[in-house]
């Protein structure tokens, strides 16, 4: 049995420290350090403690960073919660984006069960302060004020003024220091509602990873998926800066969504706070079990799409290719879909295995066939085949074509067997294994996927002296 999480919202003008208190907060839950199993290229096992990041949100002191709402799971003293970010609040924008980020706001606010109202130490009270409290009274939820950037004992002794909010006794933190996070927690936790168990829980997502270039339509997809404005869409590159992890279930397969920021080339990067959230986009990759790869197909594939689509195959990530803005393709007939295919093979030969989806995200064409297609690639992806087929398989090849001579010596293949999976990776046995030639073990790879498939993911063959 599983229990609904209640949910827990950070808000708060801009700059007042969300992030970083998101942040502190996440890190509160038990970090696993999973034991990570790898076979090196002379076929021997090393395994490593692994630690992961548990940054989840970017932090720069540029106001309105934040614009998506972005969650965490939390455990704390056997409770569990969710905790969300939001955009800073401006109750009177004259910007289309920042307005678009106060309704994010308000849906978090809406699904919260209870509110950190974060205000600044350094700065004092501001007048929007004042009105944002006005606008939190009006929820009629539990509101905590969060004193934050109480680095030093100056500001806990100047921060009296806050109880002019009108709300009861303040808790005092400093994200910087990692000052009075437990205490903050102890109180959300204490104050929590109780939740009725539910029978289905979300343990065991699919995590999808959804990356590509600045425009091409990733948020607007996963507003399609979800069946609501979840995340902001402006037509200026940028408007994503967080990765945004988002949970979903569909067809009772229980799946976490990551919406990241474009990803432009290195040398087009200007400045700190897009380069951090460029390697926000990165590690979710690597966090991910499937990286989906977003394309415009009114454009031919760039070098930064062949740049992300190297580093996918390099992270061994299972991948789906989606081709957006197929509706803008005008006078389309029975070669158009060949031609696409065609040409995004020569494009991007390092995903020549990955299944393409077409897709519009302006009238929701095909967009759920992406995790229709994610679910069969991640089933691929774990797939173990039996030592006595990979074996059968072997003789049949080398037979047919035994691995040409390197320096007059050819190698000699005498036993295969799968040694991972999430990438599947194969170890070889055999003699003179350092003389097998990429070409060979390239047809060591294509007639492995033909016979078992592996739809969707790379492959690895590792091998060892016997």
Request: hydrophobic share 40%; net charge negative; aromatic share 6%.
């Amino acid at each position: 049995m599983e229990t609904e999480r209640p949910i827990v919202a950070i808000v708060g003008r801009p700059n007042v420290g969300k992030s970083s208190l998101f942040n502190r907060i996440a890190a509160s839950a038990p970090v696993s350090l999973p034991n990570i199993s790898a076979v090196t290229e002379n076929g021997a096992r090393s395994t490593r403690k692994q630690r992961p990041s548990r940054k989840r949100a970017v932090v720069h002191d540029t106001p309105g960073v934040t614009r998506d709402r972005n969650y965490a799971n939390v455990e704390w003293a056997d409770r569990a919660f969710t905790i969300v970010d939001t955009g800073g609040l401006d109750l009177d924008p004259d910007d289309r984006l920042i307005d678009n980020v106060q309704e994010q706001v308000d849906a978090a606010l809406n699904e919260a069960s209870l509110i950190l109202f974060v205000v600044d130490a350094r700065t004092g009270i501001m007048p929007h302060d004042m009105t944002i409290a006005d606008k939190l009274r009006t929820t009629d939820k539990p509101i905590f004020l969060v004193i934050n950037k109480v680095d030093t004992e100056r500001f806990r002794n100047e921060a009296a003024e806050f109880y002019a909010l009108g709300f009861p006794e303040p808790m005092w933190t400093s994200c910087v220091q990692n000052d009075g996070i437990r205490e903050l927690l102890e109180q959300i936790v204490d104050n929590l509602p109780e939740i009725e168990e539910t029978a289905d829980g979300t343990s065991g997502e699919i995590k999808i990873a959804i990356v590509g270039r600045p425009n091409v339509g990733k948020s607007s997809l996963i507003n399609n998926l979800l069946g609501e404005e979840r995340m902001i869409v402006d037509d200026r590159p940028g408007t994503t800066r967080d990765a945004v992890n988002i949970q979903l279930v569909h067809d009772n397969i229980p799946f976490e969504i990551v919406d990241t920021a474009g990803m432009r080339r290195k040398s087009a990067i200007k400045d700190e706070l897009e380069s951090a959230t460029v390697q926000l986009a990165i590690h979710s990759i690597r966090q991910s079990d499937i990286a989906v790869l977003v394309l415009d197909v009114t454009e031919d594939a760039a070098q930064q799409d062949k740049t992300i689509a190297n580093f996918i195959e390099r992270q061994g990530k299972a991948s789906v290719l989606v081709l957006n803005k197929w509706d803008l393709i005008e006078d389309k007939d029975n070669t158009t879909h060949p031609a696409f295919m065609e040409r995004l093979d020569i494009q991007l030969p390092q995903l020549d295995y990955v299944p393409r989806v077409f897709t519009s995200a302006a009238t929701g064409q095909r967009v759920t066939q992406i995790l229709a297609t994610a679910l069969e690639v991640h089933r691929e992806y774990c797939t173990h085949i039996p030592t006595p087929a990979l074996n059968e398989l072997l003789i049949e090849l080398r037979s047919a074509h035994p691995p040409p001579r390197v320096k007059g010596v050819r190698p000699a293949l005498k036993y295969i067997t799968q040694v991972e999976t999430k990438p599947p990776t194969f170890l070889i046995f055999g003699r003179n294994i350092n003389r097998v030639s990429q070409s060979y073990e390239a047809y060591l790879v294509n007639n492995i996927r033909d016979e078992f498939g592996f739809y969707g993911t790379p492959i690895r063959i590792f091998y060892r002296r016997s």
